[in-house]
């Protein structure tokens, strides 16, 4: 085999390992978040969301840098609205089409948040005042989110270490 084609056939093997481990990612994001079962999650809060609207924004944002940066966004908290200030961090070397992945966090910076974006819907995680929030979309609906603390679990130990 000719040198030339032994780089590209190990080139796109290197880009199909990329686009396997950013899709085995996306299922272990999707299949180990807390379940949307009402039961196992307080929710404190519901609101209206465009994912559209917002995906839109952003594919016209990545047009023109290579990396997201100082981009705002409103987001319910548990005390009412708050503008987070998101940064892109992909999760390879380039973009993977059709997905985005941010860090962001409050004016002040107390409050942090981490948001991965996908045309048709948007999940995040939100640190608040020590306390772990999920945002995801409510089941079988469009554009209807839900601000949730996932409950306890039931007769588990403290795994602490003292």
């Known amino acids: 085999m000719k040198k030339s084609h032994s780089k590209w056939l190990f080139f796109c093997l290197q880009n199909k390992m990329k686009i396997l481990f950013i899709n085995f990612f996306l299922f272990l994001l999707t299949s180990c978040a807390p379940a949307q079962n009402q039961k196992n999650m307080q929710i404190i809060k519901e609101f209206t969301f465009s ?20 981009f705002k966004i409103i987001l319910p908290t548990p005390i009412g609205e708050e503008e987070f200030t998101l940064l892109e961090s992909n999760v390879g070397e380039k973009r993977v ?66």
């Open 51 to 70: 994912t559209g609207r917002f995906y839109k924004e952003i594919q016209k944002e990545a047009a023109k840098t290579s990396q997201i940066r100082n």
């Open 97 to 162: 089409p059709g997905f985005y992945t941010f860090r962001g966090s409050s004016a002040d910076g107390q409050r942090t948040i981490s948001l991965s974006l996908r045309r048709d819907s948007m999940n995040a995680i939100m640190l608040y005042n020590s306390q772990t929030f999920y945002i995801e979309e409510v089941e079988n609906s469009k554009d209807k989110y839900q601000l949730y603390l996932p409950k306890p679990l039931q007769n588990q130990e403290n795994d602490f270490v003292k």
